[in-house]
Protein backbone atom coordinates (compact mmCIF):
# COMPACT_ATOMS: atom_id res chain seq x y z
CA UNK A 1 0.00 0.00 0.00
CA UNK A 2 2.69 2.35 0.43
CA UNK A 3 4.50 1.51 -2.85
CA UNK A 4 0.87 2.48 -4.52
CA UNK A 5 0.99 5.67 -2.52
CA UNK A 6 4.37 6.44 -3.02
CA UNK A 7 3.93 5.98 -6.75
CA UNK A 8 0.23 7.89 -7.21
CA UNK A 9 2.31 10.63 -5.21
CA UNK A 10 5.10 10.20 -7.84
CA UNK A 11 2.96 10.00 -10.52
CA UNK A 12 0.82 13.24 -9.48
CA UNK A 13 4.22 15.20 -8.85
CA UNK A 14 5.64 14.14 -12.54
CA UNK A 15 1.78 15.42 -13.92
CA UNK A 16 2.32 18.74 -12.00
CA UNK A 17 5.72 18.73 -13.48
CA UNK A 18 4.91 18.11 -17.14
CA UNK A 19 1.99 20.87 -16.42
CA UNK A 20 4.63 23.50 -15.10
CA UNK A 21 6.65 22.86 -18.09
CA UNK A 22 3.21 23.07 -20.44
CA UNK A 23 2.63 26.65 -18.46
CA UNK A 24 6.76 27.42 -19.23
CA UNK A 25 7.16 26.62 -22.85
CA UNK A 26 3.32 28.60 -23.48
CA UNK A 27 4.72 31.21 -21.59
CA UNK A 28 8.20 31.53 -23.27
CA UNK A 29 6.21 31.25 -26.80
CA UNK A 30 3.41 33.62 -25.79
CA UNK A 31 6.47 36.25 -24.74
CA UNK A 32 8.36 35.47 -27.94
CA UNK A 33 5.29 36.07 -29.91
CA UNK A 34 4.48 39.49 -28.05
CA UNK A 35 8.27 40.23 -28.61
CA UNK A 36 7.96 39.88 -32.30
CA UNK A 37 5.07 42.06 -32.62
CA UNK A 38 6.69 44.74 -30.45
CA UNK A 39 9.56 44.89 -32.69
CA UNK A 40 7.43 44.67 -35.70
CA UNK A 41 5.34 47.91 -33.72
CA UNK A 42 8.17 49.19 -32.77
CA UNK A 43 10.21 49.99 -35.78
CA UNK A 44 6.59 50.63 -38.07
CA UNK A 45 6.22 53.72 -35.11
CA UNK A 46 10.09 54.76 -36.12
CA UNK A 47 9.08 54.55 -39.49
CA UNK A 48 6.02 56.82 -39.24
CA UNK A 49 8.59 59.03 -37.22
CA UNK A 50 10.90 59.57 -39.72
CA UNK A 51 8.12 60.15 -41.97
CA UNK A 52 6.22 62.72 -40.19
CA UNK A 53 9.59 64.62 -39.53
CA UNK A 54 10.88 64.80 -43.04
CA UNK A 55 7.29 65.88 -43.81
CA UNK A 56 7.28 68.64 -41.04
CA UNK A 57 10.87 69.67 -42.24
CA UNK A 58 9.63 69.87 -46.11
CA UNK A 59 6.83 72.12 -45.00
CA UNK A 60 9.25 74.01 -42.92
CA UNK A 61 11.61 74.53 -46.07
CA UNK A 62 8.43 75.06 -48.91
CA UNK A 63 6.92 77.73 -46.11
CA UNK A 64 10.62 79.68 -45.57
CA UNK A 65 11.00 79.51 -49.26
CA UNK A 66 7.41 81.01 -50.04
CA UNK A 67 8.88 83.59 -47.51
CA UNK A 68 12.20 84.08 -49.04
CA UNK A 69 10.55 84.68 -52.34
CA UNK A 70 7.78 87.34 -50.95
CA UNK A 71 10.48 89.12 -49.84
CA UNK A 72 12.36 89.15 -52.35
CA UNK A 73 9.54 90.35 -54.57
CA UNK A 74 6.13 90.22 -53.88
CA UNK A 75 4.84 89.85 -57.49
CA UNK A 76 7.00 86.60 -58.02
CA UNK A 77 4.55 84.70 -58.71
CA UNK A 78 3.15 86.54 -61.57
CA UNK A 79 6.47 87.20 -63.05
CA UNK A 80 6.91 83.65 -63.36
CA UNK A 81 3.68 83.06 -64.96
CA UNK A 82 4.53 85.55 -67.04
CA UNK A 83 7.87 84.24 -68.07
CA UNK A 84 6.73 80.50 -68.95
CA UNK A 85 5.02 80.33 -72.03
CA UNK A 86 1.47 78.95 -72.90
CA UNK A 87 0.77 75.21 -73.03
CA UNK A 88 -1.64 76.72 -75.89
CA UNK A 89 1.46 78.92 -77.83
CA UNK A 90 4.67 77.23 -78.19
CA UNK A 91 5.69 78.55 -80.95
CA UNK A 92 8.12 80.70 -79.26
CA UNK A 93 10.06 77.76 -78.29
CA UNK A 94 9.82 76.20 -81.82
CA UNK A 95 11.02 79.40 -83.34
CA UNK A 96 14.36 79.62 -80.99
CA UNK A 97 14.96 76.06 -81.47
CA UNK A 98 14.98 76.32 -85.34
CA UNK A 99 17.65 79.23 -84.96
CA UNK A 100 19.77 76.90 -83.06
CA UNK A 101 19.50 74.67 -85.84
CA UNK A 102 20.17 76.86 -88.57
CA UNK A 103 22.98 78.18 -86.48
CA UNK A 104 25.24 75.33 -86.91
CA UNK A 105 23.97 74.40 -89.68
CA UNK A 106 22.32 70.97 -88.98
CA UNK A 107 19.02 69.24 -89.66
CA UNK A 108 16.41 68.52 -86.64
CA UNK A 109 13.42 67.38 -85.65
CA UNK A 110 10.90 68.38 -83.04
CA UNK A 111 8.29 66.55 -81.64
CA UNK A 112 6.03 67.46 -78.82
CA UNK A 113 3.68 65.43 -76.18
CA UNK A 114 0.66 66.28 -74.84
CA UNK A 115 0.25 68.87 -72.12
CA UNK A 116 0.45 67.07 -68.31
CA UNK A 117 0.34 68.71 -64.94
CA UNK A 118 3.93 68.80 -63.72
CA UNK A 119 3.72 67.23 -60.44
CA UNK A 120 7.53 67.92 -59.65
CA UNK A 121 7.33 71.23 -59.82
CA UNK A 122 4.51 71.98 -57.15
CA UNK A 123 3.22 75.18 -55.84
CA UNK A 124 0.97 78.25 -56.02
CA UNK A 125 1.47 78.47 -60.05
CA UNK A 126 -0.03 75.59 -62.11
CA UNK A 127 3.01 74.44 -64.17
CA UNK A 128 2.09 71.69 -67.09
CA UNK A 129 5.11 69.97 -68.60
CA UNK A 130 5.56 69.48 -72.43
CA UNK A 131 7.68 66.29 -73.23
CA UNK A 132 9.53 66.83 -76.43
CA UNK A 133 11.92 64.83 -78.40
CA UNK A 134 14.44 66.79 -80.38
CA UNK A 135 16.79 64.49 -83.33
CA UNK A 136 19.90 66.41 -84.40
CA UNK A 137 20.98 64.89 -88.02
CA UNK A 138 24.95 64.87 -88.98
CA UNK A 139 26.52 67.00 -86.17
CA UNK A 140 29.97 67.23 -84.53
CA UNK A 141 31.06 67.10 -81.29
CA UNK A 142 32.51 70.60 -81.17
CA UNK A 143 29.28 71.99 -82.54
CA UNK A 144 26.92 69.30 -79.96
CA UNK A 145 28.89 71.25 -77.15
CA UNK A 146 28.25 74.97 -78.94
CA UNK A 147 24.94 73.90 -79.55
CA UNK A 148 23.91 72.73 -75.62
CA UNK A 149 25.78 76.15 -74.08
CA UNK A 150 23.29 77.69 -76.34
CA UNK A 151 20.43 75.34 -75.43
CA UNK A 152 21.37 76.19 -71.55
CA UNK A 153 21.00 80.12 -72.27
CA UNK A 154 17.27 79.51 -73.14
CA UNK A 155 14.82 82.19 -72.10
CA UNK A 156 13.09 79.00 -71.12
CA UNK A 157 11.91 76.90 -68.29
CA UNK A 158 13.66 73.20 -69.88
CA UNK A 159 15.08 70.31 -68.47
CA UNK A 160 17.03 67.50 -70.46
CA UNK A 161 15.84 63.54 -69.64
CA UNK A 162 18.50 62.21 -71.54
CA UNK A 163 21.12 62.18 -74.42
CA UNK A 164 21.93 59.34 -76.83
CA UNK A 165 24.45 59.48 -79.37
CA UNK A 166 24.00 57.74 -82.70
CA UNK A 167 26.72 56.80 -85.06
CA UNK A 168 27.48 54.43 -87.46
CA UNK A 169 31.33 55.15 -87.88
CA UNK A 170 33.46 53.59 -85.66
CA UNK A 171 35.26 56.98 -84.32
CA UNK A 172 31.83 58.37 -82.99
CA UNK A 173 32.00 61.87 -82.11
CA UNK A 174 35.11 62.36 -84.34
CA UNK A 175 32.79 62.77 -87.38
CA UNK A 176 28.81 63.40 -88.29
CA UNK A 177 26.42 61.76 -85.83
CA UNK A 178 23.02 61.74 -84.60
CA UNK A 179 21.91 62.56 -81.27
CA UNK A 180 18.22 61.85 -79.46
CA UNK A 181 17.57 64.47 -77.06
CA UNK A 182 14.41 63.67 -74.64
CA UNK A 183 13.12 66.41 -72.21
CA UNK A 184 10.65 68.64 -70.84
CA UNK A 185 9.35 72.32 -71.44
CA UNK A 186 7.51 74.03 -68.91
CA UNK A 187 4.58 75.76 -69.52
CA UNK A 188 1.36 77.44 -68.00
CA UNK A 189 -2.20 76.36 -68.46
Known sequence: MRTTIKTSFKIKIIVKIIIILIIIALAVAAIYFFSRQIKHIDSSMMERKEMDF???HQEVLNARIKNDFSNIDPDYQEKIVASLPSVYNILGFVDTMESLSQKYSF????????????PEIAGPIPVMAINFNLIIDEINIESFVAYLQDFENLPYFVSINSINHISLTPNAWQGRASVNISGRLYAKQ
Open 107 to 118: RQTLSFSPPTPA
Open 54 to 56: LVS
